[in-house]
């Protein structure tokens, strides 16, 4: 079992940055990929941004690319996403999860048994 919490969210106006972290603990954090999805309220789930065990492949969203950065601490077993330039169509729940999606699944979030419980991003415009 792995146990993920997320934390860092919260308000912010549009053009702002906020930086999430999740925490991980149980099993060995180097062996998981880790992926951010989100969910905004009357909407399905999406991908944000992925990152390999070993942290350097990674993978964003289209609507984030260039505004959005993840990164993990294997020795802290830590994953961040620092978000720039946010919009209001940022505003979402964010999810961080860990698993091993085989080449192709990593958007997927079936593909990862392990989940936060979310934190709360809010951009107001």
């Known amino acids: 079992q792995v146990q993920l919490v997320e934390s860092g969210g919260g308000l912010v106006q549009a053009g702002g940055s906020l930086s999430l972290s999740c925490a991980a603990s149980?099993?060995?954090?180097?062996?998981?990929?880790m992926t951010w999805f989100r969910q905004a309220p009357g909407k399905e789930r999406e991908f944000v941004a992925f990152?390999?065990?070993?942290?350097?492949?990674?993978y964003y969203a289209d609507s984030v690319k260039g505004r959005f950065t993840i990164s993990r601490d294997n020795a802290k077993n830590t994953v961040n996403l620092q978000m720039n330039s946010l919009k209001p169509e940022d505003t979402a729940v964010y999810y961080c999860?860990?698993?091993?999606?085989?080449?192709?699944?990593?958007?997927?979030?079936?593909?990862?048994?392990?989940w936060g419980q979310g934190t709360q991003v809010t951009v107001s415009s």
């Open positions: 999860t860990a698993g091993h999606p085989e080449s192709g699944l990593e958007y997927v979030g079936s593909a990862y048994p392990y």
């Open positions: 990152i390999r065990m070993s942290g350097f492949t990674t």
């Open positions: 149980g099993r060995t954090f180097s062996n998981f990929a």
